[in-house]
C-alpha cells in the first residue's frame, strides 16, 4: 500500500502546476483524499479535499477559485490542480487518505497514509 505524489517544482507567481497523488496496492475511489501542504517555518494544513462518497470537495479559503481537487479512476490517482500561484504556496505537498467516505475529516490524524511529499516554489 503506497501512495506517490509528484508534480512540484519551480513555477513563477502565477503560473500553474498539477500535482498527482498515485496509489499503488489498493483503489483510491474508497477512500477519502487529502492534499496538505506545509511551508518553511509553519505548520502542515489541509488545502483541499474529495469525499469518497460523492466526490464533493472542500478547499481552504486561502487557495478557493485556485485550486481544483479532482480524481483521476482510470490512473487511481487524485490530482490538485494549482492555478494563479503565488509566493505563499511554496512549501512541500502531501496527500493523505482517509477512511472516513462521508466527509472530509478536520483533524490530519485521521488521515493514516500519507505519501512522501513534492515540492512547489513559487518564486520568480
Known amino acids: 500500500v503506497q501512495l506517490q505524489a509528484s508534480g512540484g517544482g519551480l513555477v513563477q507567481p502565477g503560473g500553474s502546476l498539477r500535482l498527482s497523488c498515485a496509489a499503488s496496492?489498493?483503489?483510491?475511489?474508497?477512500?477519502?483524499v487529502g492534499w496538505f501542504r506545509q511551508a518553511p517555518g509553519k505548520e502542515r494544513e489541509r488545502v483541499s479535499c474529495?469525499?469518497?462518497?460523492?466526490?464533493?470537495?472542500t478547499s481552504a479559503d486561502s487557495v478557493k477559485g485556485r485550486f481544483t481537487i479532482s480524481r483521476d479512476n482510470a490512473k487511481n490517482a487524485v490530482n490538485l490542480r494549482m492555478n494563479s500561484l503565488k509566493p505563499e504556496d511554496t512549501g512541500v505537498y502531501y496527500c493523505?487518505?482517509?477512511?472516513?467516505?462521508?466527509?472530509?475529516?478536520?483533524?490530519?490524524?485521521?488521515?493514516?497514509?500519507w505519501g512522501q511529499g513534492t515540492l512547489v516554489t513559487v518564486s520568480s
Open positions: 474529495i469525499r469518497a462518497s460523492d466526490s464533493s470537495t
Open positions: 493523505a487518505t482517509s477512511r472516513n467516505i462521508y466527509a472530509c475529516p478536520g483533524s490530519q490524524a485521521m488521515f493514516l497514509s
Open positions: 496496492g489498493f483503489s483510491l475511489r474508497g477512500y477519502t
